[in-house]
Nanobody, 125 residues
Framework: QVQLVESGGGLVQAGDSLRLSCAASGGIINSDTMAWFRRAPGKDREFVAAIKWSGDGILYANSVKGRFTISRDIDRTMVYLQMTSLKPVDTAVYYC??????????????????WGQGTQVTVSS
């Protein structure tokens, strides 16, 4: 059973940076995909970024490409989301997810097997 714990959220101003962390336990393997999704008030879950634990695949949503960077630390079993040039539209609860499928990175949340509790990111204008 994989467990995920997010941290690093907070209240920042537009243009600021923030780094989210996700601590994973329960056995992450190379074929797993680690992803960040977000849910803004009144909206559906939205794919943000994902990385294959093996390191051979990374994908970003167009809305964050060039501003956000996903990375992982194998030794610490951590996944990070470095967010720069934050905008008010980035305000959301950010979730860390794991997909145990062997295939390519998927961007639909329903395909993922495990979720964390989320961390709130609020960007003021």
């Amino acid at each position: 059973q994989v467990q995920l714990v997010e941290s690093g959220g907070g209240l920042v101003q537009a243009g600021d940076s923030l780094r989210l962390s996700c601590a994973a336990s329960g056995g992450i393997i190379n074929s797993d995909t680690m992803a960040w999704f977000r849910r803004a008030p009144g909206k559906d879950r939205e794919f943000v970024a994902a990385i294959k634990w093996s390191g051979d695949g990374i994908l970003y949503a167009n809305s964050v490409k060039g501003r956000f960077t996903i990375s992982r630390d194998i030794d610490r079993t951590m996944v990070y989301l470095q967010m720069t040039s934050l905008k008010p539209v980035d305000t959301a609860v950010y979730y860390c997810l794991v997909d145990r499928d062997y295939g390519p990175i998927r961007t639909i949340a329903a395909n993922y097997d495990y979720w964390g509790q989320g961390t709130q990111v609020t960007v003021s204008s």
